[in-house]
């Protein structure tokens, strides 16, 4: 049995990989900060049928800003595989949080690697990087392959690139199996409420119930090249079972505006997006990434990966849950009113 370790286990692409594992037969381990609240809600289901998975996800507290944990832990579980997903992954938010965010995206990835070292593991292990393709920002050629120069435009992209090279660094340096995978954007029903593909899904249902009138978003015009969370979760599996590490852009080739996902999202539920969105200069970034577009043909002739879900699939997905979501909201706000008299 293959023994996997996740950082950002309970976020999207942690929860999807850690199911991904999971089916797959691994003993899989994620690390998971001590709080005040739990934040486990995306990998709670994984715990209900023991039939199923048995005793063979584990949760351990932990810090991206503590190394002497990550090293021991480390050298007591032993892991084959470790994906480095956790990071202060918001972009906008990171304009606010500059060095908080150099820390735990960029900083933490030193930690990691340098764990990886004192644990004795270098040779033994395989390592994942969530690298991104903000990374690109101000974009010097389209589409972006694994050769387009870097221009992160962010404060997190300038952490991701930070990343990205001591990743190739560890590699070329101490012979570790250490893989880049550069992420295009990637969406699904578990994608935080506050990213903007969400914020329309969640806005457009909750509208349509009436639970919303309206629903405020920046720059329209940016273009992204969207894809599944749980088919990318996938090529970060197959980037680690080839015979030797590289890097690969991980995107559908396809490219969409915002105006072009809010159409299709209220489009699903017969709304006029136009009667509905409103704009406000709060949630535009100080310096813009106008378009990303990936070339993922290296990821298809190597590791034998490629896209299956469409645009427009993708945005129904992520509709149909959180329309289920709102109306379950709706009902219970509405027996609650019956129960008060009101």
């Given at each position: ?16 990989l ?7 037969g ?64 918001h ?8 060095e ?57 992209g300038?952490?991701?690139v ?5 990743t190739?660094?560890?590699?070329e340096?101490?012979?570790?199996f ?47 090249d ?22 690969y852009?991980?995107?559908t080739?396809?490219?969409h505006s915002?105006?072009?996902f ?13 009667e ?20 993922a ?9 490629e ?36």
């Open positions: 049995m293959k023994r996997a370790l996740i950082t950002g286990i309970t976020g999207q692409d942690g929860s999807y850690a199911e991904f594992l999971l089916e797959k691994y003993e899989v381990h994620g690390v998971i900060r001590r709080a005040s609240t739990f934040n486990t809600k995306r990998i709670d289901h994984l715990y209900e049928d023991p039939h199923v998975h048995g005793k063979k996800l584990f949760l351990h507290y932990g810090d991206l800003a503590d190394s002497v944990q990550m090293v021991k832990l480390l050298y007591e579980l032993k892991p084959q595989e470790v994906y480095h997903l956790g990071a202060q992954s972009v906008r938010v990171s304009f606010d949080i500059p908080y965010t150099g820390d735990v995206t960029g900083l933490a990835t030193v930690r990691i690697l340098e764990a990886i070292r004192e644990a004795g593991l270098l040779g033994k292990v395989r390592f994942y990087q969530a690298s991104s393709s903000e990374m690109f920002g101000k974009v010097q050629e389209v589409p972006q392959s694994e050769t387009t120069p870097f221009w992160p435009r962010s404060p997190y300038c952490a991701k930070f990343s990205y090279w001591l190739v660094n560890f590699r340096s101490y012979d570790l250490a893989s880049n995978g550069i992420l295009f954007n990637h969406e699904s029903p578990r994608r935080g409420e506050t990213f903007v593909t969400r914020k329309i899904s969640r806005a457009a249902a909750r509208i349509k119930v009436g639970l919303q009138e309206h629903l405020y978003l920046g720059n329209l015009d940016a273009k992204r969207w894809g599944y969370a749980p088919e990318y979760v996938e090529a970060m599996w197959l980037m680690l079972q080839q015979d030797r590490p590289d890097d852009v991980i995107a080739g396809e490219t915002v105006r072009e809010c159409e299709a999202a209220f489009g699903c539920l017969d709304l006029d997006w136009e509905y969105v409103r704009h406000d200069t709060r949630y535009e970034r100080p310096a813009e990434v106008d378009l990303l577009l990936g070339d043909s290296k990821a298809k002739r190597e590791i034998g990966w896209s299956r879900t469409p645009f427009k699939e993708l945005v129904r997905v992520m509709v149909d849950h959180d329309l289920h979501e709102a109306r379950t909201e709706r009902a219970y706000q509405e027996a609650r009113a019956s129960q008060s008299g009101t």
